[in-house]
Nanobody
Framework: QVQLVESGGGLVQPGGSLTLSCAAS????????MGWYRQAPGNQRDLVAI???????NYSDSVLGRFTISRDNTKNTVSLQMSSLKPEDSAVYYC??????????????WGKGTLVTVSS
């Protein structure tokens, strides 16, 4: 069984910083892209940032220059460093990974989500 476990959410003031982390546990054979999505109340789940196994990254225009995604392929982890946070960044952040479990086909996996609230 594969699990994506997120950590690092919480309450932060506007202009502040926060780092989210996610680890894939279980018999993971290979991990393809990993990333972060977010969903605010009443909105759809949108891409925040994604990183390929080779390190290529893609960011939403709304976070470009403020957020940095990174991954450790040896530990199957992905992190999101968030700075200059704005109230509109408030959302539940979901970790995402496309990976192979026990050598099977590559499938999409999601974490349970971690809440980020940006408020004074």
């Amino acid at each position: 069984q594969v699990q994506l476990v997120e950590s690092g959410g919480g309450l932060v003031q506007p202009g502040g910083s926060l780092t989210l982390s996610c680890a894939a546990s279980g018999s993971v054979a290979s991990v393809k892209p990993m990333g972060w999505y977010r969903q605010a109340p009443g909105n759809q789940r949108d891409l925040v940032a994604i990183i390929q196994s080779g390190g290529m990254t893609n960011y939403s225009d709304s976070v470009l220059g403020r957020f940095t995604i990174s991954r450790d392929n040896t530990k199957n982890t992905v992190s999101l460093q968030m700075s200059s946070l704005k109230p509109e960044d408030s959302a539940v952040y979901y970790c995402y990974a496309a990976l192979s479990f026990q050598g099977g086909p590559v499938m999409d996996y999601w974490g349970k989500g971690t809440l980020v609230t940006v408020s004074s």
